[in-house]
């Protein structure tokens, strides 16, 4: 039986030319069959010709998400595994100094949908598409076949799966539940991650080189990790020798989890400060008694998931990056990050000049940091690059 036929408005193919994965409910003309959910299409320009082989989503708008552009190429459970292989593979040549990798970024892998995390004989995956969700027993297999997981978890719960008409599931998909805390090694450190119930996958892993860096930076100096989560920057900048650390999140499980992870590395507790607190009222506060700095990281969360809730999060990027810069000491370096989709790096960086400049503090930026490369960013899907950084420098 051929696939079901997606036929596109006239023009519309130009994106899929472009090698672009997504197809959207607004371009498309006509559908020949009755595909349901996971179903795959073969996508077709008004004139005829073959685009791509995709997975069908309805209600989402991003109506089909492509898996292949041949024709020639059958969409089933060995196509999945070859796609899972050829990640893994790629990731297994990074020699990243972490047992804990993200071994499959959705699109830019060619799995659009498919997120697979491990951490050390713990796999992690989340299917956020329907075509995803099509293929959960295959790919759950596949990992199992290539990887030799002592679990696999899934938490499929992010919100993305609301816009496919899909319902949150977590659960273990295959092994057992560990019964001992799930740790990841991350150049020297330890960190328990609380793969059920922690954010996104239980840990931040495209954070880990600039951890790293926060930590290099850190010897002998005052540093504040803002948005801390579960403690990743703050651990690295003691164990690089900084003086005195104040972690802020206004989540207690995950300062718990923070202080456990200071002492899992006998990292020193009374050099440590935690404040269960919003950290827009954090800073205000800090501001007014005249507390300061010599390292600042601003990690907060998304503000902004889409381009239309842009100006509102360019507001709450400016607030927190102004008062950060002005708990700088001279010579701070302050390490700043959004991880909002609809915010780009220029943007983020004509943010962050802005509050400088109303700070009225000299800066410059000394790095542009990003994701790690197991988030690569297919060429074709610049939508895969979520997360910029500056390091700036206060004069
Ligand atoms: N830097 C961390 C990841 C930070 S994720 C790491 O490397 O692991 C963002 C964190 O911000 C989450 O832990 C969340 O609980 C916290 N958060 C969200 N809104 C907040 C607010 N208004 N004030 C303080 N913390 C907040």
Redesign the pocket.
């Known amino acids: 039986m051929p696939n079901p036929k997606l036929i596109l408005a006239p023009g519309r193919e130009r994106s899929l030319e472009r090698r672009h994965p997504w197809v959207f409910a607004s371009a498309i003309a006509r559908t020949d069959g009755s595909p349901k959910p996971g179903d795959t299409v073969d996508v077709y320009s008004a004139h005829g010709k073959f685009l791509a082989r995709a997975a069908y989503s309805h209600p989402s708008q991003i109506r089909a998400r492509v898996w292949s552009w041949s024709q020639d190429e059958e969409i089933d459970s060995a196509f999945i595994a070859r796609r899972l292989a050829a990640a893994i593979d790629s990731r297994r040549k990074l020699n990243l100094p972490s047992d804990g990798m993200r071994l499959v970024h959705a699109e830019s892998d060619g799995l659009p949908g498919i997120v697979v995390d491990q951490y050390g004989s713990a796999i992690v995956l989340q299917c956020l598409s329907w075509g995803a969700e099509r293929w959960r027993e295959a790919v759950a297999d596949a990992l199992m076949e290539l990887c030799q997981p002592a679990v696999i978890i899934e938490r499929s719960d992010a919100d993305v799966r609301e816009l496919e008409g899909l319902p949150p599931r977590v659960g273990v998909l295959r092994g057992a539940q560990p019964t001992q805390p799930v740790l990841v090694n991350e150049a020297g450190l330890q960190f328990e991650v609380d793969l059920s119930g922690g954010?996104k996958t239980g840990?931040?892993l495209d954070?880990r080189a600039n951890?790293i860096l926060a930590g290099s930076l850190a010897a002998g100096r005052e540093v504040l990790?803002c948005?801390?989560?579960?403690g990743?920057?703050a651990t690295h900048m003691l164990q690089g020798g900084a003086t005195r650390v104040t972690l802020?999140?206004?989540?207690a499980a995950?300062l718990q989890l923070a202080a456990r992870n200071l002492e899992r590395n006998g990292l020193a507790a009374d050099k440590a400060e935690f404040i269960d607190?919003?950290?827009?009222q954090v800073l205000r506060r800090f501001r007014d008694s005249g507390r300061q700095f010599d390292v600042v990281?601003l990690?907060?969360?998304k503000f902004a998931p889409t381009r239309a809730t842009a100006e509102r999060a360019a507001r709450g990027y400016k607030d927190i990056n102004l008062l950060a810069l002005k708990l700088l000491r001279p010579g701070g370096h302050l390490l700043t990050f959004s991880c909002s989709g609809g915010v780009d790096a220029a943007l983020f960086q004509k943010i962050v000049a802005g509050a400088a400049l109303d700070a009225g503090i000299d800066a410059r930026i000394i790095g542009r940091l990003s994701q790690g490369a197991d988030h690569p960013v297919a060429l074709n899907f610049p939508e895969g690059e979520y997360l910029k950084g500056l390091l700036i420098e206060v004069s």
């Open positions: 954010h840990f931040y954070q951890r990790d948005f801390s989560y579960t990743g920057f802020v999140d206004d989540s995950a607190g919003d950290a827009f990281v990690d907060p969360p």
